[in-house]
């Protein structure tokens, strides 16, 4: 698959220090990328957390919605949740939070992985930026190659060191319904151990006729009660992963 290829960022260290990192090139960024998280996705095998969900309606009517639970990921492509509390709208939690739960589940189902996959398969990918000196976070543009509800366009920001996604701003490929105009979202993630897991997100979506509803998750009380020791090579064998045995698999990484 082609990459959109900008040019090679002319700030390239002269010495030999490790923490003076020259800047890379996308193609190397991208399968970098892909081969760190599908490292970390094999070497995560049983984990939990605790998600803390809040669900707002303003405009024509005004609701809100909220609920606690715990999630359980088992590899690989299980997930449990165990509703610890909820109150507010039950129209909302049923049909907002609850199905944002399903879809989770299904995103993890079959094909469904590789079709959600952050790679050249699925994406188009372009260097938007690059953050600090020397690099913190490379920011990559995403389009994606078909409107699948699973996909997005948006920015990635993609950690320097870790090659993991730190950073998501986007909108979803396909409107997922009539009633959406408009759906913004972030989502941030955090370093556990060897892993990048979810820390908060925010959905901003204009709905037709009825205003405006903001979802928000916050992620907390990680439990890695099966974590594999991460191999990790060093940065330099990464960045150029045509020099290694390994092969570059798809994007599996758990949410």
């Not at 960022?9 to 990192?21: G, K, R, S, V």
């Not at 590899?75 to 709208?89: A, H, L, M, Y």
Request: glycine share 4%; proline share 7%; charged share 30%.
């Amino acid at each position: 698959m082609a990459l959109v290829l900008p040019a090679i960022h002319p700030d390239i260290c002269e010495t030999q220090d490790p923490a003076c990192a020259p800047v890379l090139p996308l193609d190397q960024v991208v399968a970098a990328m892909v081969r760190m998280n599908q490292m970390r996705a094999e070497a995560l095998r049983l984990y939990t957390s605790v998600r803390k969900y809040h669900l707002t309606l303003d405009g024509l009517v005004h609701r809100r919605a909220d609920m606690v639970a715990k999630m359980t990921y088992v590899w690989p492509d299980q997930k449990v949740f165990e509703i610890i509390s909820e109150s507010g709208s039950e129209l909302m939690r049923n049909r907002v939070l609850k199905a944002t739960m399903e879809a989770e589940k299904e995103g993890l189902r079959g094909d469904n992985r590789d079709r959600t996959a952050i790679t050249p398969a699925n994406y188009e990918f372009a260097l938007d930026k690059v953050e600090g000196t020397p690099p913190v976070f490379y920011v990559l543009k995403l389009t994606p190659r078909i409107n699948n509800k699973f996909l997005y366009k948006g920015r990635i920001w993609v950690d320097a060191q870790d090659f993991a996604v730190a950073r998501i701003e986007c909108e979803p490929a396909k409107n997922p319904s009539w009633w959406t105009k408009k759906n913004d979202i972030t989502d941030t993630y955090r370093k556990i151990g060897d892993f990048w897991l979810p820390a908060h997100l925010e959905s901003i979506t204009d709905v037709r006729i009825f205003g405006r509803s903001v979802l928000t998750i916050d992620y907390k009380d990680y439990e890695l009660l099966d974590a594999r020791k991460l191999q990790t090579p060093s940065r330099r064998a990464e960045a150029h992963p045509q020099k290694s045995s390994e092969t570059a698999p798809s994007l599996k990484f758990p949410r």
